[in-house]
């Protein structure tokens, strides 16, 4: 399993940040690059306890389905999301919220495993991990200009 772990510092009150995160409308907007969309379950506002959605989004060239599920919910310091179909052997995404003097820390908390054994593990290593890192700086950026504004 790898982890991946980021952090964002934001001009912006704890409970702005937390929504922003959570807000699918927003998520879409920030992968706009692999044409995501949430095509099931909740697909649009703010996600919330126990919620699900489906997103169709082209990951390496290929149009992929992923559903997660909202499976922890203590607002407005954290939240998070794992995979309950997908691509992925398993896929865990912590969000933490705290505030820290004058900006809220977002800390983003990624486990994944890919599937295939060994040739999955190759995989981790040399492709997904950076790709999946970019994506959150990427998302955090974005989040960080929502809350900010």
Same mark, same amino acid.
């Given at each position: 399993?790898?982890?991946?772990?980021?952090?964002?510092?934001?001009?912006?009150?704890?409970?702005?940040? +937390?929504?922003?995160?959570?807000?699918?409308?927003?998520? $879409? =907007?920030?992968?706009?690059? %692999?044409?995501?969309?949430? !095509?099931? #379950?909740?697909?649009?506002?703010?996600?919330?306890?126990?919620?699900?959605?489906?997103?169709?989004?082209?990951?390496?060239?290929?149009?992929?389905?992923?559903?997660?599920?909202?499976?922890?919910?203590?607002?407005?310091?954290?939240?998070?999301?794992?995979?309950?179909?997908?691509? +992925?052997?398993?896929?865990?995404?912590?969000?933490?919220? $705290? =505030?820290?003097?004058?900006? %809220?820390?977002?800390?983003? !908390?990624? #486990?994944?495993?890919?599937?295939?054994?060994?040739?999955?593990?190759?995989?981790?290593?040399?492709?997904?991990?950076?790709?999946?890192?970019?994506?959150?700086?990427?998302?955090?950026?974005?989040?960080?200009?929502?809350?900010?504004?």
């Amino acid at each position: 399993m790898e982890l991946i772990v980021t952090e964002t510092r934001i001009h912006a009150p704890l409970q702005q940040c +937390f929504d922003a995160a959570r807000d699918l409308d927003l998520h $879409v =907007r920030s992968l706009a690059h %692999t044409n995501e969309r949430a !095509v099931a #379950g909740r697909t649009t506002g703010l996600i919330e306890s126990g919620e699900e959605v489906t997103w169709r989004g082209r990951h390496f060239g290929i149009y992929q389905h992923f559903t997660s599920k909202i499976t922890a919910f203590d607002p407005p310091n954290y939240f998070q999301d794992s995979m309950v179909r997908g691509a +992925f052997r398993s896929f865990v995404h912590d969000h933490f919220f $705290v =505030r820290d003097a004058n900006v %809220t820390v977002m800390k983003d !908390v990624l #486990g994944f495993s890919a599937p295939f054994g060994f040739i999955g593990r190759i995989a981790e290593k040399l492709l997904l991990r950076r790709y999946l890192e970019r994506l959150l700086i990427s998302r955090g950026a974005v989040i960080k200009e929502a809350a900010e504004r």
